[in-house]
Structures are given as structure tokens and as C-alpha cells.
Nanobody, 123 residues
Framework: QVQLVESGGGLVHTGDSLRLSCTAS????????MGWFRQAPGKEREFVAS????????DYTDSVKGRFTIDRDNAKMTLWLQMASLKPEDTAVYYC????????????????WGKGTLVTVSS
């Protein structure tokens, strides 16, 4: 059973920063690419960012490039999403994911999900 647990969501204002975290087992961090999707109310779950197992590759959706940074520490078994210059359109539930394959951008292809953490950005 793969369990991913997100934390760090909350209510912030436009322009603020926030850091999300995701923890999982050592087996997940040693074997899986990981990343984040988000889902705004009434919208489909969309890809945000991903990072390969060894941190050698990262990928971002265009709308967050230059504002969000993804990183992981396999020894600490923690994945982060550092979000800066937040905008109201970043408001969503953010989901951590793990997948055997790096490069996933479709939610239907993801192996494992966390339960999500809500980020609300007020204008």
C-alpha cells in the first residue's frame, strides 16, 4: 500500500509564498518519480510539476514556470513544492503523486495519489 501525505496548504494573499510538502515511504522515494497536480473547483485535475527519482529532471506546466519550484530529498522522504508570487488562479486542491515513470502529465496515468491539500489565494 502506497501512502502519500500532503501538508502545507492554507489561505494566502496574492503575491504570497507557500510551501507544500509530501511524505511517503522510503520505497516510494527510492523507486518513483513524484510530483504535483491540482484541481480547481469545477475543473479537471491538471499537471503542475514533476521531478525524477534522482532529481535529475524536473518539469513544470507553463503557468507556474518561474514561480514554483519542485524538489525532493529522498533521505528525508519528503517532496516539496515551493510556490511564490501566488495568484488567485492558483487556488486549488494540490495533490502529490508518485509514478514509476517520469514525465507523466495526464492524471489518468498516475499510479498513486495523496488525498490533497487546499491552497486558497485571495485577491
Amino acid at each position: 500500500q502506497v501512502q502519500l501525505v500532503e501538508s502545507g496548504g492554507g489561505l494566502v494573499h496574492t503575491g504570497d509564498s507557500l510551501r507544500l510538502s509530501c511524505t511517503a515511504s522510503e520505497r516510494v522515494f527510492n523507486n518513483y518519480a513524484m510530483g504535483w497536480f491540482r484541481q480547481a473547483p469545477g475543473k479537471e485535475r491538471e499537471f503542475v510539476a514533476s521531478i525524477s527519482r534522482n532529481r535529475g529532471s524536473v518539469d513544470y506546466t507553463d503557468s507556474v514556470k518561474g514561480r514554483f519550484t519542485i524538489d525532493r530529498d529522498n533521505a528525508k522522504m519528503t517532496l516539496w513544492l515551493q510556490m511564490a508570487s501566488l495568484k488567485p488562479e492558483d487556488t486549488a486542491v494540490y495533490y502529490c503523486f508518485a509514478d514509476r515513470v517520469y514525465g507523466i502529465r495526464r492524471h489518468s496515468e498516475v499510479d498513486y495519489w495523496g488525498k490533497g491539500t487546499l491552497v486558497t489565494v485571495s485577491s
